[in-house]
């Protein structure tokens, strides 16, 4: 990095003392000893971009996704969100840097505007998780751009972090804790990434729920439900409400939960991920995909926590709650967001949110541009409109 520096310094200081540096006509105005160094700080840098190249080959089957990896007890998660971490802070560290990263990475103006314009979240981390959506989004191409963008500045700063964390991959790879999958043969590496990781991004740039329209082709409604069959599981089992909240929102949940076990003249069913751990830690989106789908009401607590956490705001690092609902609202809000948009046509028929008793006023301000979310009812009111509905729903 040193070398770098004095490099520019000197690269700045030549060319405004000469048209051109080797330009001996002027040799007066520049002493050979500068020039000397000059020559020797430029082949420096020569070898220190070649390592950067190598480097690039050696992230070429590492999937991006490796870089949201997270285990606290495991020297290569604390490796990969090392690796993470530099990234992020040193791209943002550059004005609009981002926005260049993102363009050479194939993302499009759309896109790129949309970040800026809508998304509060450090904009680097949104680009590096939409260019990860795509199977072939190596860390080599992020290096390889940055080297596009001369940006070598950034590619010292990352250098170490990144060489750290190939080199857990380079060892046994049965020994590794990601979860990751990897078929390799003697003659071809393929792409190690990880097995499944959650796509927290917003409705609008995420890829696996906005599929286009193809032209001149009509949009076909999903396939309606009998409702024979329908009234009949209505009649043999209990309403089932599903909770989804994060930590600001564990008490409400308990309070439901309180409310909800005192109606003595009616039957339901409350379900929270952490009631059912033992279930759910055996193959969380499976059990929570299942439940989605059993459920007669999806219950979301709006809290300012549970809006950070889908909007992307919530903190860069995981958090330390062991709560399982708090660890999957974002894979819970994804389904939905393609149930509402994909399923029924952007019909509210499944979500019940509810606004707790404290809920910050500012957790109103951005509702409105989830409508699946908008509250349904107040934690106050919870016990009344929802004993009515339910009710009247069983009926």
Same mark, same amino acid.
């Given at each position: ?5 004095? /490099?520019?310094? +000197? ?7 000469? #048209? ?17 160094? %000059? ?20 992230? @070429? ?13 495991? $020297?290569?998660?604390?490796? @990969? ?18 926005? $260049?990263?993102?363009?050479? +990475? ?5 896109? +790129? !505007? ?43 700063? &990352? ?13 046994? #790879? ?67 409400? /599903? +909770? ?28 929270? =991920? ?26 979301? =607590? ?7 956490? &889908? ?16 660890? %999957?609202?974002? /894979?819970?809000? !994804?389904? &939905? ?8 046509? @952007? =019909? ?39 004993? &009515? ?7």
């Amino acid at each position: 990095m040193i070398i770098l520096k004095i /490099f520019l310094t +000197l690269h700045s200081f030549i060319r405004n003392s000469t #048209e051109v540096i080797h330009d001996y006509d002027n040799a007066d105005t520049i002493s050979i000893d500068t020039l000397a160094l %000059y020559e020797d700080i430029e082949e420096e840098r020569n070898k220190e971009i070649s390592e950067l190249t190598r480097l690039s080959k050696k992230t @070429c089957f590492l999937h991006t996704k490796l870089l949201y990896y997270r285990n606290a007890e495991s $020297e290569l998660g604390a490796a @990969c969100h090392n690796a993470w971490r530099t990234i992020v802070k040193s791209v943002q560290g550059s004005q609009d840097c981002w926005r $260049e990263l993102g363009h050479y +990475l194939g993302i499009s103006q759309d896109d +790129l !505007n949309y970040i800026k314009h809508s998304i509060k979240n450090d904009p680097t981390d949104i680009v590096l998780k939409l260019f990860m959506q795509d199977e072939d989004a190596t860390l080599d191409k992020i290096l390889d751009v940055l080297v596009k963008m001369k940006r070598f500045d950034i590619l010292k700063k &990352i250098e170490d972090p990144v060489t750290e964390m190939v080199a857990y991959f380079n060892k046994d #790879e049965g020994k590794s804790d990601t979860g990751y999958h990897s078929n390799n043969s003697a003659s071809e590496r393929k792409i190690i990434t990880l097995k499944s990781l959650v796509n927290d991004l917003p409705p609008a740039l995420n890829k696996s729920i906005n599929t286009e329209k193809k032209p001149n082709q009509p949009q076909q409604l999903p396939p309606k439900v009998s409702e024979t069959k329908n009234i009949e599981r209505l009649k043999n089992d209990k309403p089932i409400l /599903f +909770l989804t909240f994060t930590e600001d929102g564990i008490e409400t949940a308990m309070n439901i939960q309180d409310k909800v076990n005192d109606w003595f003249d009616m039957e339901v069913q409350v379900i929270t =991920l952490e009631d059912r751990r033992d279930d759910v830690i055996q193959n969380p989106e499976k059990f929570i995909r299942e439940y989605f789908e059993k459920a007669d009401y999806i219950v979301p =607590l709006i809290t300012t926590g549970y809006m950070d956490e &889908i909007n992307g705001y919530g903190p860069g690092v995981p958090s330390t709650s062991d709560n399982l609902d708090c660890k %999957y609202v974002n /894979f819970i809000y !994804n389904l &939905i967001s393609n149930q509402y948009m994909h399923i029924t046509g @952007c =019909l509210n028929k499944k979500v019940r949110s509810v606004l707790p008793e404290n809920a910050d006023v500012k957790v109103l301000r951005n509702i409105s541009l989830y409508p699946a979310l908008i509250p349904w009812t107040h934690e106050m009111s919870f016990d009344e409109q929802f004993r &009515i509905f339910l009710k009247d729903y069983s009926t």
